[in-house]
């Protein structure tokens, strides 16, 4: 069965946001050739989901969309840390 293009689209989206887990998890090597970055559960690196999320909306796109979660991340951190102070 042919995936759609969106279906496909989604799986980097997802793909990119799995790298950036709320809560401790498990990190490996990247599945991919030739990559020697982290991902999480052995599956693709967040770079690697963002190439390849590229090829179907294009380079700004994927790298916008990948800096924003970026951003959410580094918040979400940083409101656990506020939380732990305010306690
Ligand atoms: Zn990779």
Redesign the pocket.
């Known amino acids: 069965m042919k995936r759609s293009k969106v279906y496909l689209m989604y799986s980097h989206v997802e793909g990119i946001r799995r790298n950036y887990p709320y809560w401790p998890s498990t990190f490996g090597s990247?599945a991919?050739n030739n990559?020697t970055?982290s991902?999480r559960g052995g599956g693709?690196?967040a770079?690697?989901h963002e190439k390849k999320l590229a090829k179907y909306v294009g380079a700004d796109h994927a790298k916008r969309y990948h800096d924003s979660v970026k951003v959410e991340h580094a918040a979400y951190l940083d409101m656990k840390d506020a939380i732990e102070v305010i306690d």
């Open positions: 990247c991919a990559c970055n991902a693709l690196c770079v690697c």
